[in-house]
């Protein structure tokens, strides 16, 4: 063992290091990282539900990437079809609208049911111009899908962007539609990304947590 006293930090350095590094956010860019991280603690707290845990991650979206309306859709794996687990930024007659619908595999994945363009390797942009006809009563104000684009860059009431929750082999277990940007104009590319890693955060944790069920189940529990 070495016997050397330690070399003692001089002060300057360590203020200077202490005042880059400080753990309190300085902008809203971090206050999302300590988000996302208190989001992923979260996710792994088997005591909150799975249910409780999207709401987080709606409210988080909400927040930070100036979406006001949202809704979050899983799988169901006793039925074999998808539903809206969660439902925020609407008023209570939309809300119960939109727990109503289910959808079969082949709407999830259907270019000529609800046609959109890729926009990231998790994301779809569906304009309201393709949207069916059954799907207009699920807004918060009449349907506007008549009205011509002003610019390239507008996003419309009935515009939506789906992020994909994906499982083994990339099957689909869940998703998150957002639409209604703040400033009604497409989202940043930036903000796209940042979806994309919070849908990735979903998707783990409803992984783990149907891991966890089904532990259970073969134990008798």
């Known amino acids: ?14 203020q200077h ?12 860019e971090e206050r999302l990282v300590d988000s996302l991280i208190s989001l992923m603690e979260y996710g792994r707290d088997r005591r909150q539900s ?11 979206i909400f927040r930070f990437l100036a979406f006001d309306e949202i809704v979050i859709g899983l799988y169901d794996r006793k039925q074999d ?18 727990k109503k619908v289910r959808y079969s595999h082949e709407d999830m994945v259907s270019q000529e049911r609800f046609p959109f363009v890729k926009i990231g390797k998790l994301s779809e ?30 996003f ?7 992020f994909w929750m994906t499982g083994p082999q990339n099957s689909i277990i869940g998703w998150i539609e957002l639409a209604k940007t703040r ?7 930036m903000n796209v990304r940042w979806v994309e890693l919070i849908a990735s955060i979903c998707s783990s944790v409803v992984r ?14």
């Open 81 to 98: 079809d998808f539903y809206h687990e969660v439902v925020f930024g609407f008023h209570s007659g939309i809300t119960s609208e939109y």
């Open 1 to 14: 063992m070495s016997s050397k006293t330690p070399v003692a930090i001089d002060n300057q350095f360590r």
């Open 208 to 221: 783990q947590r149907w891991l966890h069920e089904d532990t259970l189940r073969r134990q008798g529990r």
């Open 156 to 162: 419309h009431e009935g515009d939506y962007i789906d």
């Open 183 to 189: 400033n009604g104009k497409l989202p940043t590319r």
């Open 50 to 60: 799975l249910t409780s845990f999207l709401e987080q991650v709606a409210r988080l």
């Open 17 to 28: 290091i202490e005042s880059k590094y400080s753990p309190i956010p300085k902008d809203d």
């Open 125 to 154: 942009f569906s304009p309201v111009e393709g949207l069916p006809e059954e799907e207009r009563k699920l807004f918060n104000r009449p349907f506007a899908g008549g009205l011509a684009r002003g610019a390239v860059d507008e």
